[in-house]
């Protein structure tokens, strides 16, 4: 079959399998026109005005290359075409792995939100969230990890016979499985917005009773009362609440 070049009428050898692999686009090796060898295909030689390539009719079809065709062909593969379309898809592949790897993303973190509660009882979790190891203990043998120092009961109530004064009193115990430092307390005072109004850090030393021995650390399961004074910043305290660290 042959194919006739629009521009210069140069007619061109042509097989089907360079048609399918070029999908019918070829440059003229004439002219260099671009044109679509389906549109001008002839089983025989074209009649009316027709010419032949400078080697001839009988000229080899190019042969394919990533660069395009054979230079000593009369035709040749105009590869632009599939460049052009890989480089537009390119940009549409990056953006559907970036809104699969998204959405992935979005998945793991309402799992892991979802799934809170149960995950903070698993010790490595745990320790995770809160850059501690459950399993190491400090440099005196003791555990320490906030987490598992669980509020029991807590009270506040103005001061019976002195004025201006809070009194605080909570309950805490140990739930971890080995002994571990008796934690500091951050306790602050809240207003009817739930917006701080004061607040004071508390050391074991502050808490515990004059003599208590804190080398040896809170037992398992060990229930700790404790009993707190606090300056009193008026009516705007509606409010408290209390941390271990």
Not at 101 to 112: M, Y
Request: a negative charge.
């Amino acid at each position: 079959m042959f194919t006739r070049c629009p521009q210069c009428k140069t007619v061109h050898k042509m097989t089907a399998a360079l048609l399918s692999h070029t999908r019918g686009l070829v440059q003229c090796g004439q002219c260099d026109r671009t044109f679509s060898a389906l549109s001008f295909l002839f089983d025989e030689w074209p009649a009316g005005q027709a010419y032949g390539p400078a080697k001839g009719p009988e000229a080899t079809p190019p042969v394919l290359s990533k660069e395009g065709a054979d230079p000593d062909a009369g035709v040749s593969v105009d590869s632009g075409n599939d460049e052009t379309a890989e480089k537009a898809s390119s940009p549409n592949r990056i953006a559907w792995i970036l809104g699969v790897s998204l959405l992935i993303l979005i998945t793991v973190i309402n799992t892991v939100w979802t799934f809170r509660q149960p995950l903070e009882k698993i010790p490595y979790v745990n320790a995770l969230t809160n850059n501690t190891s459950p399993l190491q203990p400090d440099e005196g043998g003791l555990l320490k990890d906030p987490k598992q120092i669980q509020l029991v009961s807590r009270d506040m109530h103005t001061h019976p016979t002195r004025s201006g004064i809070l009194v605080l009193s909570l309950t805490f115990v140990n739930l971890a499985q080995q002994s571990q430092e008796y934690p500091e307390m951050m306790i602050t005072l809240l207003d009817a917005t739930n917006q701080p109004v004061a607040k004071r850090r508390f050391l074991p030393t502050d808490y515990l009773r004059t003599g208590a021995d804190t080398k040896s650390g809170l037992s398992p399961d060990v229930y700790l009362p404790v009993l707190l004074e606090l300056g009193d910043p008026g009516e705007q305290a509606v409010g408290f609440e209390i941390q271990f660290y």
